[in-house]
């Protein structure tokens, strides 16, 4: 026991703390899957399907088994017996189940399908090799879209179903009926969102290795979601888990597209078995434009009643989403149209509300999450319905909002499709975006531009971001798997150093820093003496994985109650040494010491030294270690609501129809923050994927449901001359219902750009005529036939008078 000073480390939650886990980043000393070199390792190819819809007659591999450097050559055949396809299915009445083949065996049912795979000695040979497998397809009728797919006519993508759709919903409350026979005025509007995807610098690659002397396996894989895919792998190999092992080393951006099981990654596991060696394969860019995970493609249909003075007092809508080809593990086809359903209303007091909700299949990539998952859409519906009122009433946009938005004083409030906001600052963010963001200086340059002939625009959009779902939210849903909780280990070792393992993974999010922050506050240590270790399943703890804004409020909910067990058995020892009471005691600067005498002390390092190698010190009953276990699921489960307001300031060229974002501010509340700096380049990356989507990303397929958008020739993302300075905000509204307060946030960002920058598009062209954008995104072909439909009004118009 030692005597010294009375400093006592500050707290660290809350703190702009820069990442630990920057240096090996910014030095190329990450390690990616592609990084991984094992011995005898070969490289894997796969065949896919040229045609969207084809019966498969025959797969000839002869010339490819024989050419040089191949070691084997799979066929869905060969998977017979050795494998099933994966099978994702609801629990909810309506469901239509589909199996995904890791190779298609008697179909094919999106261009871009695997039939094949060639493991050779490189990727080279084994693409030759992949050139030589001879297809026979006979090309079937090809569900376009969604109109194609719910035609009367339309022919069954899946012979054993009844329809095209894997599920339809329909959720009706309130008194919808008396809304809109007594609304003074009722607005009919049809939204699109187009269909896009996250496109992570990496792309998917995996790696399998297979040892049949022991029966293991180990995949190393670039996932969101280790545990799931080894339980995916297990469900599909029929291999019991303790056998699999699966490990995500470094990912290059997740973005929800890494947060599933993929075909290929059965395929590879097969192949190293089938070659006796460890089997790589990198996905390459067409890949993953063509067959990888698509998002966003949401149609809806809404009809809007309101009050002569802007209220909104009814809703009704009609969702499809086209959800592809098959369902995907472990989410199900049901979570766009499910996610669109329950969030459609937003930040607003909507109490009478109908949806009907239909998850359509075509002949298309199969639709996954991608950042937002549905609320993109969602928000791009609801909030241009309120510029929609606004124009109608003729009031304000923004006193609209205000007069519509959930009010401090209702919180929690329960909305019309019964989920439960929690806390929140709706109309505090967007009186804080107008300040803090410039409007009255953004009304004033809008005014000098079209002096100058310029056309600039101010937008604004508002919305609510279900974070951290757990039990009770996920049991409604009816997904296979109840993603609920998320487990944290943490450990002092003999040194007094804290290694904390965690069932989710940091891709980006920089977890290696916040959840060190948190248990640094428990256990009164310095961050340097905290290693945060995840993506490994033989390591950490099972969960689900990080996606979904939860791993703020799961994770770091999971690593602090841990580490306060940790913390109670280090002062229940120190109790003993120092002959005190524990309720006596704090931690601080590796030191436990007496609560108002700091200079009292006894160090932490020499606690875990005797922990382990002097057990007779410890009290009695208490055992030799300092580690701890804890998972934790936020109850009552129905997740966290953060919220946050979009302004943004556009200027568009009516001869190009090009449009450039010259302003930008976001107000975020995601409750108490672990750290601001960490925050801030979330919303500054999530906003950057938004303007993508706003403006210029687009899978585009032609009547054939062929992709024509398969390159960065055509598949357009922003740079960085079109992101422009990003200005962040914060407001704190803690919840009531988490460990700290804490929300999610990591998907915000990109959840409110599409709204806002449409709403600033029709703001830019008003001097031209009235127009209402109502697709995304953006494109020019798009803003230009909104020039020309405000020329065509305005000649109109001029000619009747």
């Given at each position: 026991?030692?005597?010294?000073?009375?400093?006592?480390?500050?707290?660290?939650?809350?703190?702009?703390?820069?990442?630990?886990?920057?240096?090996?980043?910014?030095?190329?000393?990450a390690r990616y899957v592609d990084d991984i070199v094992l011995p005898r390792m070969l490289h894997a190819a796969f065949v896919r399907s040229p045609v969207a819809h084809a019966d498969v007659r025959d797969v000839r591999v002869t010339d490819a088994v024989a050419a040089g450097g191949v070691h084997a050559v799979l066929t869905g055949r060969d998977l017979e017996g050795a494998a099933r396809g994966i099978i994702c299915d609801s629990t909810m009445d309506t469901w239509q189940s589909t199996e995904f083949p890791a190779l298609a065996t008697d179909r094919v049912r999106f261009a871009g399908q695997t039939v094949a795979v060639v493991a050779a000695d490189d990727r080279y040979l084994a693409e030759d090799a992949c050139e030589l497998v001879d297809v026979d397809y006979a090309e079937l009728p090809v569900i376009s879209g969604i109109p194609a797919a719910i035609a009367e006519d339309a022919p069954l993508l899946h012979e054993t179903w009844t329809d095209n759709l894997f599920i339809k919903r329909h959720l009706r409350n309130g008194d919808v009926d008396g809304a809109f026979e007594s609304a003074d005025g009722v607005l009919r509007l049809k939204l699109v969102s187009n269909r896009h995807s996250g496109i992570p610098l990496e792309t998917r690659g995996c790696i399998a290795d297979y040892d049949v002397a022991e029966d293991t396996l180990v995949l190393y894989t670039a996932t969101q979601i280790p545990h799931l895919v080894r339980t995916g792998l297990a469900d599909v190999l029929g291999m019991p888990e303790n056998r699999i092992r699966v490990i995500a080393p470094d990912v290059g951006g997740g973005f929800g597209i890494k947060g599933h099981l993929f075909p290929e990654e059965i395929a590879v596991c097969l192949l190293a078995k089938r070659a006796g060696r460890p089997v790589k394969w990198i996905e390459d860019r067409v890949e993953h434009m063509l067959a990888s995970i698509h998002a966003r493609e949401h149609h809806h249909e809404l009809e809007v009643a309101h009050t002569a003075d802007g209220v909104v007092t009814g809703l009704r809508a009609v969702v499809h989403v086209d959800c592809g080809a098959y369902?995907?593990?472990?989410?199900?086809?049901?979570?766009?149209?499910?996610?669109?359903?329950?969030?459609?209303?937003?930040?607003?007091?909507?109490?009478n509300y109908e949806c009907r909700a239909y998850s359509v299949a075509t002949n298309k990539c199969p639709l996954g999450p991608y950042r937002g998952v549905s609320r993109p859409a969602a928000a791009f519906s609801i909030e241009r319905a309120m510029d929609a009122v606004a124009r109608a009433v003729g009031i304000d946009r923004v006193e609209v909002r205000r007069r519509n938005l959930v009010r401090p004083e209702e919180f929690p409030y329960e909305s019309v499709t019964g989920l439960v906001y929690d806390s929140g600052s709706f109309t505090e963010s967007l009186e804080k975006v107008l300040e803090d963001g410039g409007y009255e200086e953004l009304l004033r340059l809008q005014e000098e531009g079209r002096r100058e002939g310029r056309h600039l625009g101010i937008g604004l959009a508002c919305y609510t971001e279900q974070s951290a779902h757990a039990t009770s939210e996920f049991v409604k849903r009816g997904v296979p798997i109840i993603f609920g909780y998320d487990t944290a280990m943490v450990r002092m070792d003999p040194s007094g150093q804290v290694t904390v393992q965690l069932s989710t993974h940091s891709h980006g999010q920089g977890h290696e820093t916040t959840m060190a922050q948190m248990v640094a506050d428990q256990l009164g240590v310095p961050l340097d003496d905290i290693r945060v270790r995840f993506g490994d399943t033989a390591q950490t703890p099972y969960g689900h994985g990080t996606f979904a804004s939860r791993s703020a409020v799961l994770a770091g909910g999971a690593s602090e109650r841990a580490a306060g067990k940790v913390r109670e058995l280090l002062l229940t020892f120190a109790a003993e040494v120092m002959e005190a009471a524990p309720a006596d005691l704090d931690l601080g600067d590796r030191r436990v010491f007496v609560r108002g005498v700091p200079g009292q002390s006894v160090d932490v390092r020499d606690l875990a030294?005797?922990?382990?190698?002097?057990?007779?010190?410890?009290?009695?009953?208490?055992?030799?270690?300092?580690?701890?276990?804890?998972?934790?699921?936020?109850?009552?489960?129905?997740?966290?609501?953060?919220?946050?307001?979009?302004?943004?300031?556009?200027?568009?060229?009516?001869?190009?129809?090009?449009?450039?974002?010259?302003?930008?501010?976001?107000?975020?509340?995601?409750?108490?923050?672990?750290?601001?700096?960490?925050?801030?380049?979330?919303?500054?990356?999530?906003?950057?994927?938004?303007?993508?989507?706003?403006?210029?990303?687009?899978?585009?397929?032609?009547?054939?449901?062929?992709?024509?958008?398969?390159?960065?020739?055509?598949?357009l993302l922003p740079g960085a001359t079109d992101i422009p300075h990003i200005g962040v905000s914060h407001l704190e509204t803690p919840s009531p219902f988490t460990i700290q307060g804490i929300k999610g946030m990591g998907e915000g960002g990109a959840i409110a750009p599409g709204p806002a920058v449409a709403s600033a598009v029709d703001d830019a062209l008003r001097p031209i005529g009235s127009v209402f954008a109502d697709e995304l995104p953006l494109t020019p072909p798009r803003v230009r036939r909104l020039v020309e439909q405000a020329r065509a009004k305005q000649a109109g118009k001029g000619g009747g008078s």
């Open positions: 026991m030692t005597a010294t000073g009375n400093a006592v480390q500050p707290k660290l939650l809350g703190a702009r703390v820069k990442r630990t886990e920057d240096p090996r980043f910014l030095l190329g000393k369902s995907v593990y472990p989410w199900t086809s049901t979570m766009d149209t499910g996610m669109a359903l329950g969030i459609l209303p937003g930040p607003y007091r909507i109490r030294r005797w922990a382990y190698h002097r057990p007779e010190k410890l009290p009695e009953g208490m055992e030799p270690v300092l580690e701890a276990v804890s998972s934790y699921d936020a109850r009552p489960g129905h997740g966290t609501f953060a919220n946050a307001a979009h302004l943004c300031l556009v200027e568009v060229d009516p001869e190009t129809g090009g449009v450039r974002t010259l302003r930008y501010h976001v107000v975020e509340d995601c409750g108490r923050m672990i750290n601001p700096l960490i925050v801030d380049g979330q919303v500054h990356g999530g906003v950057a994927q938004g303007l993508g989507g706003a403006l210029m990303e687009e899978f585009v397929y032609d009547e054939q449901c062929q992709l024509q958008s398969v390159t960065f020739m055509d598949y």
